[in-house]
């Protein structure tokens, strides 16, 4: 039998994908729907500039998610403090310089998480970075000893991760290419902040924000995949205070389920200057009332702790929810983001991921910047958009290394503008 890393690793690429016989996947029953239209305020008046977005749109937009889908999270904790250890210079055959920075949310037997930075071992100055969140353990991103171990974790149980654990998702990362472009990498593991399992918040972070006498979370209170991308921002916390990264030019990377946290911290959090959606899917980049796919009530019935308990009402009533995934995506603007689909992942609906991000580049418009400017599903290998990006590439639910090819032509050219 596998070990349990490959249990967990298995379950996170899946992403809960045990389909029904009845899941839609002909495109020509697909059925009629009107999406909400992302600059159109609530009242139906229209905002027409990019004072009016900031100011009266996206706050309306940034509001309706709160409460309706993934809850509101806390602010920056005061206690935020870090400890750097296990340093390492020349590591990975010379190429890069290693720190595991330890960021404490509260005391410190509390949660907390560990950050894994590698930088160009010859970088001259502070270099921009890719900010990650890993599933199974920071020392599976690389084949680096001086990695400590950790845990893993297997339906909301904590065990050792074994030593044939090490390096095993690192084409997932393609550290290197990431190095040779100038560039410096962070990962946390996103089951430090909260095991990603139904009853797992008593062990994660959000626990210690419940009131005296509470048990579950509110109705409108943040979910996994908000907890989940408030350590994104944590983690941003600290990279602004490391000399050696540029945090002005920080890309913020997820895939599947945690491609829906990248779409949501980013839209919290604007120090991300990219954001890069890979393979997310419903509840994220994909537009649902296309009911292509997986559906909300397959997040709903799988995966309940992802989001607030108000998103339970629209299982299956899509075309009543007052938002949509172009939406979601239009609060990144005017920054760079980048959505990718795989042929073979239909469950994710890879032209319902195309469409969402066409039709949310509307909001990069006003702003004078170019998104995509065509609704045609673009051919495989075939990038499309400026500041908006899409690419279909051949194969399943992973990241490869064409993927990370074209997030850093996308961020060379983002962040040499």
């Known amino acids: 039998m596998r070990n349990r890393l490959a249990l967990l690793t298995l379950a996170a690429c899946l992403g809960g994908t045990a389909q029904q016989a009845d899941v839609l996947y002909d495109e020509a029953k697909v ?132 030593e044939s654990s090490r390096g095993t998702t690192a084409p997932r990362w393609q550290v290197e290419k990431i190095l040779a472009a100038g560039y410096g990498l962070a990962v946390f593991d996103y089951n430090e902040v909260e095991p990603d399992a139904v009853g797992a918040m008593a062990q994660g972070i959000r626990q210690i924000f419940l009131k005296p006498g509470q048990t579950e979370p509110g109705s409108g209170a943040w979910g996994a995949i908000g907890a989940w991308g408030w350590a994104a921002s944590r983690a941003m916390d600290y990279l602004e205070k490391d000399r050696d990264v540029d945090s002005r030019h920080v890309a913020l990377f997820g895939h599947s389920r945690l491609g829906k946290t990248a779409l949501w911290a980013g839209a919290l959090d604007t120090r991300f200057s990219i954001v890069i959606a890979n393979e997310s899917g419903e509840g994220g980049a994909a537009i649902a009332r296309r009911t292509y796919g997986e559906r909300t009530k397959d997040l709903n019935v799988r995966f309940p702790h992802w989001f607030d308990g108000n998103f339970k009402r629209y299982s299956a009533k899509e075309e009543e929810m007052p938002f949509e995934s172009p939406m979601l995506m239009s609060l990144i603007a005017p920054r760079g983001l980048y959505v990718a689909s795989a042929e073979e992942d239909r469950w994710s609906d890879p032209k319902g991921e195309f469409l969402g991000a066409a039709y949310a580049s509307a909001a990069w418009d006003l702003f004078g910047r170019k998104g995509i400017s065509t609704i045609e599903m673009p051919g495989l290998h075939h990038p499309v958009g400026d500041h908006v990006r899409y690419h279909i590439r051949a194969g399943k639910h992973d990241v490869t290394a064409y993927d990370w090819e074209q997030y850093l032509k996308f961020a060379a050219a983002e962040w040499a503008k």
């Open 31 to 162: 059925p009629a729907f009107t999406l909400p239209e992302v600059l159109a305020l609530r009242s139906g008046e229209r905002v027409s500039d990019s004072k009016a977005w900031t100011l009266r749109r996206r706050p309306e937009i940034l509001a309706i998610y709160e409460a309706e889908v993934f809850g509101k999270a806390p602010a920056k904790p005061s206690t935020l403090k870090y400890e750097v250890k296990f340093p390492g210079k020349g590591v990975l055959g010379g190429k890069a310089d290693r720190k595991i920075v330890t960021i404490f949310f509260g005391p410190p037997d509390g949660p907390k998480m560990d950050l894994l930075l590698y930088l160009p071992a010859d970088a001259k100055k502070p270099v921009a970075v890719f900010l990650g969140m890993n599933f199974s353990g920071i020392q599976t991103v690389a084949n680096d000893p001086g990695v400590p171990l950790g845990s893993v974790w297997v339906r909301g149980v904590k065990a050792p991760a074994p």
